[in-house]
């Protein structure tokens, strides 16, 4: 599926990504748990070593506005840290998640150390790009959406099966509808409709993607 281009961990190699998480301490936690909050002083990172979570912000009406959702390998809160800012948006995982708390201190000198300023820039410019593409989503209808994001997770956590690909990572409809900025209703006459179409099945918290293709067309 696809490369994690945007996440630090990718980019490095094995001897520093063994030097980095020595510098941190093992975490474990439940799911339905908030890890990092928006507003809160940026300390430390999470590298996720298994589990997935979700990466949200307030809007103004105070709802809950769904910005991404990532898994193994991500590193959450560098953003922060970086930049010498508070959180940008909360963490709350959706499984059961392990990872590597790296305090802030450990990761500037250990990107010092390493001259990894470059790879700092590379991950940001990914991150941005991501950014201009979810401004485009949002001129599209809920179906295209919904078409659009489901593409997104088929690719980052996506497992296939003959034809199928079936997203390993635990999404309600609730969460559906926080991300692409729409109401439940409108995500679940959405989802009818792929169902209908023979796009896609569903079952408790998982989505089965069976014409990867079909779905891509319906984005254009």
């Known amino acids: 599926m696809a490369s994690k ?25 439940p799911e339905g748990q908030a890890i990092f909050w928006e507003g809160q002083p940026s300390r430390s990172v999470l590298v996720i070593e ?30 922060g840290v970086l930049m010498g800012e508070v959180r940008s948006a909360t963490v ?6 392990s990872g590597v708390d790296i305090a802030a201190d450990a990761l500037l000198s250990f990107i010092e150390e390493e001259r990894l300023w470059p790879v700092m ?5 990914w991150r941005r790009r991501e950014a201009d593409q979810q401004a ?5 209808g809920v179906k295209s959406r919904l078409a659009r994001w ?14 199928d690909c079936v997203l390993d990572v635990p999404i309600s409809q609730h969460d559906l509808a926080n991300r692409i900025g729409a109401s ?11 169902r209908e179409q023979g796009l896609v099945s569903t079952g408790r918290r998982r989505i089965t993607v069976h014409d990867l293709d079909a779905l891509r067309r319906l984005t254009l």
């Open 121 to 125: 820039y590379k991950a940001a410019v």
């Open 50 to 79: 298994r589990g997935h979570i979700k990466v949200t912000q307030r809007a103004a009406d105070d709802a809950e506005v769904i910005l991404a959702v990532r898994g193994p390998g991500e590193v959450m809160g560098d953003e």
């Open 5 to 29: 281009a945007h996440s630090i961990v990718e980019l490095l190699q094995e001897n520093q990504r063994r030097t980095l998480y020595a510098r941190g301490v093992e975490v474990h936690f």
């Open 150 to 163: 489901l593409l997104e997770l088929a690719a980052e956590f996506g497992t296939l099966k003959g034809d």
């Open 184 to 194: 439940r209703d409108a995500v679940a006459i959405a989802l009818r409709q792929l």
């Open 92 to 97: 709350t995982t959706i499984t059961e998640v």
């Open 136 to 140: 485009i989503l949002a001129r599209l």
